[in-house]
């Protein structure tokens, strides 16, 4: 790692840009972060290049797979792409976890295209998260040049004439979980041919496999590794991730096989200088409870961008949504209009929905020049070849470490040096990143949670399973989770949904195939269909236990970047009606909610706190939205009347004597708005941990909770049977709360503000919060941690 609180130095490319961005901002150059807490420049940490460690090409390389690489620039792959292709070439399941641009892909190319060249029958799927990657990983492919390989796409959009040639004659085919779940296993007796060579299977970005939509897909590569075996194959499986904690074991839970990793990244990296900039407090706005609002980092990004173009600098600015896209490349043009008027079209947003074409043309403009800035979403984090640029600007963390380094990686190129910044805005998350540089650059410390266990994911992936082969006891010991499944399938017996025979367990309709009905991407609870009023078009759907949050009336509900505002949502139908709109605010849901334990599954003692996980009921009801324009001004608190809904889920949840917080001088009429504060910050927190949002996990705290008779904080996941993120933070939970206490106390306001304490759900106004009663609470349970457990763990 790089050095921090650095004076910015003179003398190389990036440290001239951030000079530039100071004095744009009135910012002395020469200023010391480390003394002047005012400022809004938190963190300077210069990262030098790094050169590569190349290897030589494996000995079984095809002379003619070696040239064609060669003729594309690859002289020889880095000592982590050799190691990768060597264990997968020797039939060893494995992911390699590198850095962004680190030639991920040439790690599995190499061992595929030697299978092919050996074999001219032997088949390859590689699966994808998003379209746009796996075109873009076509294109390179295609451009090798080589003979027979046969690649083809099989995705949604696929004509039925080129499905057909691809299951007829495809060799390498690229596609992705959905249509893996929804055709190819449904139907695999028309895909015999393949599955039956079928040598390697790669699974691309595979972080991103986390959560319930990671349980789907952990479950569905155990359906598709069943049908294999069936046909006598028994694929070798190579993962790409991007940097995350403990790869090999993530990657072992995703696939159900033992899988080894290769983490060490051998190829060369430009130097960056990467800079944690924190936007100051606006003393003339007030937000919720007149809490103090800081300025919006879509403004600041705008801002920078245009000092970066006036540089000449080809700038990346990363924002979450494409209204912020639009605003922030306004924003730069209207200060370049001012300037240097010559520029102004200089600078674009990068819109959703972009013809193939077009983005070719967007990626040629920036290549050359041509286009200096460019706001965008993450459309541009994946699945678009543009890098070597000067810099690049996110405006706010985009969630995991994964994506920041994933934006970051598109600036550097040779031996310039680049300019990274990162904005934050007003959350607890940012808030604790730009003040502790080390979690962001220091070692991974987010994990990929997912429970391919939740019963509310596993039954209906039994019921697939079962309608593709009749499951049998022994794939249920080895496949599919053992005692517990046996359980499950009971249930599905009982309930009609499968036939229990002295063979196994049998899907009793040969017409109906039900992987049309479950939703690979969804909670389980259904979905609700969003149709435009004036048309009667669908655009697409929520999950509907989410509904009641982000679909309710006067939700501003947006579609591949365009926005609509919601005029009604009817629960019994699914159906929420929506009309196009561009408001220049948006609509924040808040909620509340009761938490009940209904099974402890682990307990343990440390002194006055006790520390649980388990199985909780969860009763929330939506009840108000407010409005709020951009810079984060409350405009109006609209009230709902929606129904409760109820939620079995698991959470951890630690409670805490009375009389030690007390003894700590936290008076109890201080104590409910001390557990909320620190509960508020503890689910900001949390992603930092698992990588999940804010938005997937809810919790609840109370003075007295029935279940414990004591303070008690809960913290609880947002999906049906769980989703792993609660889990997650019952293993992490001292390192968890030190950075949730850390947080609440590097925050420069007084009492509470968006960026510690504050929740943009809470349904009870942010009332009451206690930003000194939540550090003393943290306080009492961190040294009770730290000193140990008195009494064994017990599973109840």
Known sequence: MGTTHERVRAGDRGTHLLRRVLAGSGVDPDADPATDPDGPLRHVVHLPPRAGDAAGWPLWTPPAVREAFVRRGVLAPWQHQAAAAELAHAGRHVVVATGTASGKSLAYQLPVLT?????????????????????????????LGLEDVRPATFDGDTSLDARDWARLHGRWLFSNPDMLHRSMLPRH???????????????DECHTYRGVFGSHVALLLRRLLRICERYGSHPTLVLASATVAEPAAFASRLTGREVSAVAVDA????????????????PELAGENGAPVRRAAGAEAARMLADLVLEGARTLAFVRSRRGAELTALGAQRVLADVDPALVPRVSPYRGGYLPEERRALEAALADGDLLGVATTNALELGVDISGLDAVVVAGFPGTRASFWQQAGRAGRGSDEALVV?????????????????????????????????????????????????????????????????????????????????TGWY????????????????????????????????????????????????????HRGESYVVDHLDLDAAVALVHAADPDWRTDARSTADVEVARVLHHRAYGPVHVSFGEVTVTSQVVAYQRKSPDGTVLETVPLDLPEQTLHTRGVWYDVA???????????????????????????????????????????????????GRPTVFVHDGHPGGAGFAERGHVVLLEWLAATRATIDDCECRTGCPSCVQSPKCGNGNSPLDKAGAVMVLDVVLAALRGGPTSGAEAR
């Open 115 to 143: 299978a092919f060249a050996a074999d001219p029958r032997a088949t390859a799927l590689y699966l994808s998260p998003t379209k746009a990657l796996a075109a873009d990983q076509l294109r390179a492919l295609d451009a």
């Open 189 to 203: 007796s028309r895909w015999a041919g393949f599955l039956r060579k079928l040598r390697y299977v790669v699974i």
């Open 267 to 282: 190829s060369p990296a430009a130097g960056r200088t990467v800079v944690l900039w924190e936007p100051p407090l606006l």
């Open 422 to 502: 990162l904005v934050a805005r007003d959350d607890p998350m940012d808030t604790y990143l730009v003040h502790h540089p080390q979690a962001l650059l220091g070692a991974p410390v987010e994990g990929c949670v997912l429970d391919p266990g939740n019963p509310y994911v596993l039954a209906p992936h039994l019921a697939c399973a079962a309608a593709e082969l009749p499951l049998t006891e022994a794939d249920v010991a080895t496949v599919f989770g053992g005692a517990p499944t046996e359980v499950l399938l009971e249930e599905l017996v009982r309930d009609g949904v499968l036939r229990r025979r002295p």
């Open 507 to 558: 899907w009793p309709s040969t017409r109906e195939q039900p992987a049309a009905s479950v939703d690979i991407r969804g909670s389980g609870l259904g979905q609700v269909a969003m149709v435009e009023s004036e048309t009667g078009r669908m655009l697409g759907t929520v999950d509907a236990g989410s509904a009641p949050a982000t679909a309710h009336t006067g939700a501003v509900y947006l």
């Open 658 to 708: 009375e009389e030690t917080l007390l003894a700590a001088g936290l008076e109890p009429a201080r104590v409910p708005g001390a557990l909320h504060a620190a509960e508020h910050a503890a689910i900001g927190l949390l992603p930092l941990f698992a990588t999940c949002d804010r938005w997937d996990i809810g919790g609840m705290s109370t003075a007295m909770h029935p279940a414990t």
